[in-house]
């Protein structure tokens, strides 16, 4: 799929889009294609995208939509959903929901998988959280 990403990202969220309406792999098909979008500069529809669409993902995709959707607010300069959705992520974090409860999870950025603590994603939230209110 991510050759035809490379080629053609046009077709590839036509195919996103086909894979999430039969309800095939859709906590990917909407990251990816949300990633997709963002990187043609169509960042709000994948932030109507993944709202319209999110319920339809599993529990454990929600953190990784999240992640998502603050990128695409940043991009589109939606500085207030931006927070609080950084918010909401710390509030988890302080109630123990987040990682379903583990110390450490995978993540994947650019095709590589490595750990990261509940620490790390607190540090990373908190910088771009005090970065935001700075400006």
């Not at 035809?4 to 086909?18: D, R, S």
């Not at 859709?26 to 500069?41: I, P, R």
């Not at 169509?42 to 998502?68: G, M, P, T």
Request: aromatic letters at 6%; hydrophobic letters at 40%.
């Amino acid at each position: 799929m991510w050759q035809l990403v490379e080629k053609n990202p046009e077709a590839a969220i036509v195919l996103f889009w086909k894979a999430i309406n039969a309800g095939d792999r859709v906590d990917s098909a909407l990251k990816d294609m949300a990633v997709v979008m963002k990187q043609l500069n169509r960042s709000e529809e994948a932030i109507e995208a993944i709202k319209s669409f999110r319920s339809r993902c599993s529990k454990q995709a929600q953190e990784s939509l999240d992640n998502v959707l603050i990128d695409l607010y940043k991009k589109c300069g939606k500085v207030d959903e931006q927070i609080e959705l950084i918010k909401r992520k710390l509030r988890l974090i302080c109630q123990g929901e987040i990682f379903s409860g583990k110390p450490t999870k995978t993540a994947r950025s650019h095709g590589k998988k490595f750990q990261v603590s509940v620490k790390q994603e607190t540090s990373r939230l908190m910088v771009s959280f005090s970065f935001l209110l700075d400006n």
